[in-house]
């Protein structure tokens, strides 16, 4: 199952925030009114936040699920190597934060995904929501980061087996440039979320 979905246009109405938390330039709508349309796209059809609204990463709706509380929590892992794969042919990998996750709602079976979205790196990420049953964290070791250790968090899918996205801790120049602090914090998350002597965690 593949994590990126290739949702642009409904996704076109979005409240991002960019990483000093400032909204990315969008044109507001008057209440009743209905998003402009962009030049060569289709009206959105999502549900967003307003840019009256608080940044995405501190929603704390009443409908937090314990999947949300989770990937709210990671924006303190810094820079990750994130990487998904339809696992026979194509892999795809960007290099971000995940300090400007927002939610939304859209597509025909109005499913809500998490998303991520940076024009700067012409990254656009819609992660649907309940297609992600669990997450795995591992280590190893780097084989091109000076052989340090790697810190990965493994996204799994309806099938335990089917790793949907995999968010790797990235370094500067070689994995020894991960800071403790980055590193006490993936450590922090693991605890919290699978509990001493696990490594994974079940959303559904």
Not at 73 to 97: F, H, K, Q, Y
Not at 116 to 132: A, Y
């Amino acid at each position: 199952m593949a994590a990126f979905v290739p949702l642009p246009a409904l996704f076109a109405s979005r409240m991002a925030t960019t990483r000093s938390g400032r909204p990315l330039a969008t044109r507001p709508t008057a209440p009743g009114v209905a998003p402009f349309r962009r030049r060569g796209t289709m009206t959105p059809r999502c549900t967003a936040a307003s840019p009256s609204s608080p940044p995405p990463a501190a929603e704390a709706a009443n409908d937090e699920t314990l999947l949300k509380r989770f990937l709210n929590a990671t924006p303190a892992l810094g820079r990750l190597r994130l990487i998904t794969s339809n696992r026979d042919t194509c892999v795809m990998e960007a290099i971000a934060t995940t300090d400007g996750l927002f939610y939304a709602v859209g597509g025909p079976a109005k499913a809500e995904y998490a998303n991520i979205i940076d024009p700067s790196i012409n990254l656009d990420l819609h992660l649907k929501l309940s297609g992600v049953a669990g997450a795995r964290f591992e280590t190893g070791v780097s084989r091109g980061g000076g052989g340090g250790t790697t810190y990965i968090i493994r996204l799994l899918g309806l099938d335990e087996d089917a790793v949907i996205l995999s968010l790797f801790m990235q370094w500067d120049k070689v994995a020894t440039d991960v800071s403790e602090e980055r590193v006490a914090a993936w450590k922090a998350l693991k605890e919290e979320y699978c509990g001493e002597g696990n490594d994974t965690v079940r959303f559904l």
